[in-house]
C-alpha cells in the first residue's frame, strides 16, 4: 500500500505508483480526517508533467511511492486506468483539494496554513476561503523568496512559523518538485498533519489565474486552456515534456498485458 496509515484504501497501481481509488469528495475525507487526528503523512497529486518528471527523478520518484496518500491530478490517468480495467473515479487535483478541504475543515474545525505563491497570494487566497466559510481557521500564510530551499536559515523560520502556528494541514504550493521534495526533508520537523503539495493552487483561488470552465476540464482539455494563457511558461511543458507521457503510457499497457 502507498501509505502508512492504519485504514485499507483500494488503489491503483499505474507506473510504479499507487493511486487511491477514490473521488475527490472521499480524498477530502480522508485528508481532512488525518488532520483532525495530526497523523503526519504526505500528499501527492501525480498529473502527466509529473509521470514524465518521475522517469528522471529518483528523488522523486521515492517521494510519491512513499506518499500516504496519492490522488490521480490528470483525466489522462482516469482514461488509462478505464482502458486497464483498474477505473480511478474521477481527477483530483491539488487546485479542487484546496477550496474543498478548506470546506470541510471549516466544518470540523481543523486549521490550515498556506505556504507559498507570489507575495500575497496566499494570504488573498485564505480571505477568498474564509468569506466562503465563516468558520475556517486560516492560522497562517508565508510567500517564501526565491531559494528559500536552500537556505537553513529561511527554513528554520518556516519551520518555525507553522510548528508555532498550531496548524492541523499544510499547504505548499511553490510547484513540483520543489514542494514535494521540500516537504519529504522537512516532514520530521514539522509538527503537523497532513502536508499537501498545491502547485498553483493559492492563485488558482485567489483569482490571480482563471480556471479552464468545467466542461474543458471534463474533456481533458485544461492543460491546452493553461497553454493558451501562458505560452510563454507553459510551452516547452505541455509540447515538449508532456508528449511523452503517451509512450509511458503504451509501455504501462504492454506491462498490464
Avoid at 22 to 31: S, Y
Avoid at 222 to 246: A, C, G, H, Q, T
Amino acid at each position: 500500500m502507498n501509505n502508512n496509515l492504519n485504514t485499507y484504501k483500494p488503489i491503483v497501481e499505474m507506473f510504479g505508483l499507487q493511486f487511491d481509488q477514490c473521488t475527490l469528495q472521499q480524498a477530502v475525507k480522508m485528508v481532512v480526517d488525518a488532520g483532525l487526528k495530526r497523523e503526519k503523512s504526505l500528499v501527492v497529486t501525480p498529473n502527466v508533467d509529473h509521470i514524465v518528471m518521475l522517469e528522471n527523478d529518483e528523488d522523486m520518484r521515492a517521494i510519491y511511492q512513499k506518499s500516504n496518500f496519492c490522488f490521480a491530478d490528470g483525466m489522462p490517468l482516469v482514461w488509462l486506468s478505464k482502458v486497464m480495467k483498474k477505473t480511478l473515479p474521477e481527477r483530483v487535483t491539488g487546485a479542487d483539494l484546496l477550496p474543498a478541504i478548506a470546506k470541510r475543515a471549516a466544518e470540523v474545525g481543523v486549521r490550515l496554513f498556506l505556504l507559498g505563491g507570489q507575495e500575497g497570494v496566499a494570504k488573498e487566497a485564505a480571505c477568498k476561503m474564509q468569506e466562503k466559510n465563516s468558520n475556517l481557521q486560516i492560522v497562517g500564510t508565508y510567500c517564501p523568496p526565491f531559494g528559500f530551499e536552500h537556505d537553513d536559515e529561511e527554513n528554520k523560520k518556516i519551520i518555525a512559523m507553522i510548528n508555532d502556528s498550531e496548524a492541523d494541514i499544510l499547504f505548499v504550493g511553490v510547484g513540483a518538485p520543489k514542494q514535494e521534495k521540500w516537504a519529504a526533508k522537512h516532514s520530521n520537523q514539522l509538527n503537523v498533519g497532513p502536508i499537501l503539495g498545491v502547485g498553483a493552487a493559492f492563485d488558482f483561488v485567489a483569482g490571480n489565474i482563471k480556471r479552464a470552465p468545467q466542461m474543458i476540464q471534463r474533456l481533458g482539455f485544461e492543460w491546452l486552456w493553461r497553454l493558451m494563457s501562458d505560452p510563454k511558461r507553459l510551452w516547452k511543458r505541455y509540447l515538449i515534456n508532456d508528449p511523452k507521457f503517451i509512450l509511458l503510457s503504451l509501455r504501462e499497457l504492454r506491462r498490464a498485458k
